[in-house]
């Protein structure tokens, strides 16, 4: 008489059968990531465009007021009095600039950094800021033209920028990667160069300038000229 077990016909999972498993389940978990992925950074693309809308807006607000635009900020020392507020007149353009964000009331980095607590830490993630030095030096008038000779190029080095745009102040952030991509990667005092353009895998700054046109239009209508 043969006696049957109770496990008869029960048996584990195989080595190979939980590796199939374990892929399956790498697979769809992958599948929910990357759309939460993209739409994390798309929503953070989103909140880094308004803020230069409200830099662009905060700086035309800066000329009518004081008839002027901001000069740099370059203080490294988050104790220092003067951190976050602009250096000068006169500006010192010979070096990279930072958005003056605590003499505009606003946020000093885009959404992808964190505020800076030493000196010797990276400006990684805050504004970079690089204005005409006829636009921070005196008065602004109907005359006052560009003297900077700033120019936009896309990624295949092709001019956005034309004479007819007399660029007059330049901000970008540096993406989610936190360093300038690109041509934002080097500063020239005499020749200022910038990129934009859509993000790819080499380039991911978001660039907004501002040009002599709309700008002059903008302080003509808010009675400054």
Known sequence: MHTVSMNAGKRGFTLVEMAIVLVVLGLITNLLIAPIAMRFEASQRHAAEDMLDDITE???????????LPCPSIEPDPTSPNYGLEQGPPCPLNVPGYLPWRTLGLPAHDPWSNPRTSANQSWAGHWHYRPDKNFVEGTISLSTLPSGHIQIKDHEGNLVSTSDSRIV??????????????LNAHYSP????????????????????????????????????
């Not at 540096?174 to 991509?181: K, R, S, V």
């Not at 020749?191 to 790819?200: I, M, Q, V």
């Open 190 to 225: 005499a020749s200022p160069l910038f990129e934009a353009g859509e993000p790819t895998p080499a380039f991911d700054d978001m660039l907004r300038w501002i040009g002599h046109p709309l700008f002059i239009a903008r302080l003509a209508r808010g009675g400054r000229l």
């Open 169 to 182: 102040a330049v901000v970008f952030s540096t993406g989610p990667n936190l360093h300038p991509d690109g």
């Open 58 to 68: 905060a700086l035309i607000g800066f000329a009518l007021v004081h008839g002027r």
